[in-house]
């Protein structure tokens, strides 16, 4: 069970204004790189085989092309890395590091040569980097062991400042990533950014400015993004009468079947240096519809849930976020003056809200209060604002808005759930700011709760 005492004004300002409207650009575009960094220098990739694409894309080939892997996880055996890791400069630049010279008049051959060459330089590059995150995390004692004159993470809430610190530094000298250019809007290089869909819609508009961390290179990217919107492809090609999603499946199997016809990138590693971002519940199983997709390639997801092939080793978790217009009202009264010890409001949606409501609603319990619907004229914000801990039960799939609306309202997010991987959760340490209660301890949730110390 996760615990925390919510007294600590200063850290409930650091949370909110983390997940506040007026920085969440700048999350979306800077969290995330630096988490599919971490996902890429911690990482094993299965072993390589070739996808050959056919004439057919819904045939697929595995050969035995062996790949040397830029993201192999256990690199601090590898003989290779060691060695290579010496090639570079100790200030030279990731881009410097794979410009060519001399790229005139040369054959294919040398062509081949020259990528080998820079994947090389890659492999090596992101070897120095692991074993600068790996130094960072064993030194626990210093807020970091290299310094920035911008900003030095510190606090509770993350789980290894110094780490998170470390990569973040190194995703800024190095990180790039390569936006495929294929596909025509509305389902591609577009998306949803109002509603719960928001998160996603607003990232990909977001790299598609190629403002930050993006290259128009593909060789001199580190990660490639696969810019369809799950959202959208759900909103053309859901057929809600015969509750068919084949179509869905043809995009995304034809979009892979273009790229890896038309680039060596997804071949050579079979995905797994490619990414998706998806807010929709079907994340999942719209990528499961391509196996490389769903089992080796990063896929951010809002809908992170391990029984529906969440991986956390390989995938990362993202905020589901119901983006309103004008500004977030963050902030409410302190713990102290807080008269609602825990408080939901929301319709009957999967077993698990079936289950609190059940158990709580209509109950009369002041400290307890459960809806599913709030009573005319009661403002949902103000119940959150006066309570101390925000009930997050999962619906039919396991993300919620409800998490970052309790942040906003500086209440203790409780996640009632199965299965569900926190958001950023290889970064924030949860434990420090919310609660989990366990499904079957929902008939116990107030004894729990008040268990808790404000102290």
Request: net charge neutral.
């Amino acid at each position: 069970m996760m615990i925390s005492p919510h007294n600590d004004k200063a850290q409930h300002t650091h949370i909110s204004s983390f997940w506040s409207s007026p920085s969440l650009n700048l999350g979306l575009i800077l969290v995330i790189p630096s988490v599919v960094l971490l996902v890429l220098v911690s990482t094993l990739v299965p072993h390589p085989s070739t996808f050959s694409p056919l004439s057919s894309p819904w045939k697929w080939r595995y050969g035995g092309h062996r790949y040397s892997s830029i993201f192999n996880g256990s690199s601090t055996d590898s003989p290779f890395m060691e060695a290579e890791t010496d090639k570079l400069a100790p200030n030279m630049s990731f881009s410097d590091a794979l410009i060519d010279k001399d790229v005139d008049n040369v054959t294919s051959t040398t062509r081949v040569v020259k990528r080998s060459s820079k994947l090389e330089m890659v492999e090596a590059y992101m070897a120095r980097a692991r074993s600068s995150i790996k130094e960072a995390a064993r030194v626990r004692n210093l807020t970091s062991i290299h310094q920035d004159p911008d900003y030095v993470p510190h606090g509770p809430i993350y789980r290894n400042a110094n780490a998170f610190h470390r990569s973040y530094l190194e995703m800024e000298k190095l990180f790039k990533i390569y936006v495929y250019q294929e596909g025509e809007p509305p389902m591609f290089h577009n998306g949803p950014c109002k509603s719960i869909y928001s998160s996603e819609g607003r990232f990909i508009h977001e790299v598609e400015k190629g403002k930050f961390y993006t290259t128009q290179d593909p060789d001199e990217a580190l990660v490639y993004f696969l810019p369809f919107s799950v959202a959208m492809l759900v909103r053309y090609l859901y057929e809600s009468e015969s509750l068919k999603t084949d179509a869905i499946g043809r995009i995304v199997i034809d979009y892979i079947h273009v790229i890896s016809g038309k680039y060596p990138y997804w071949n050579r590693s079979l995905g797994a240096d490619h990414f998706m971002l998806s807010c929709h519940d079907w994340g999942p199983l719209a990528s499961s519809f391509v196996p490389h997709l769903f089992n080796k390639s990063i896929r951010v997801l809002c809908n992170a849930n391990t029984s529906e092939g969440f991986i956390p080793a390989k995938d990362a978790s993202f905020p589901e976020i119901n983006l309103l217009k004008g500004e977030a009202d963050i902030g409410g009264l302190p713990p102290s003056r807080r008269s609602i010890l825990a408080f939901f409001a929301g319709h009957l949606h999967g077993y698990i809200r079936y289950l609190l409501l059940n158990e709580w609603k209509d109950k009369n319990d002041p400290d307890v209060q459960v809806y599913d619907q709030l009573p005319k004229g009661v403002s949902y914000m103000s119940k959150l604002k006066n309570s101390r801990f925000c009930l997050c039960p999962s619906g039919y799939e396991v993300a919620s808005p409800r998490i970052v609306e309790a942040i906003y309202a500086e209440c203790v997010p409780v996640l009632i759930s199965d299965g569900y991987v926190a958001p950023f959760s290889d970064v924030l340490n949860w434990k420090s700011f919310s609660v989990q209660i366990t499904v079957k301890d929902i008939p116990n949730m107030k004894r729990i709760l008040m268990g808790i110390s404000q102290r």
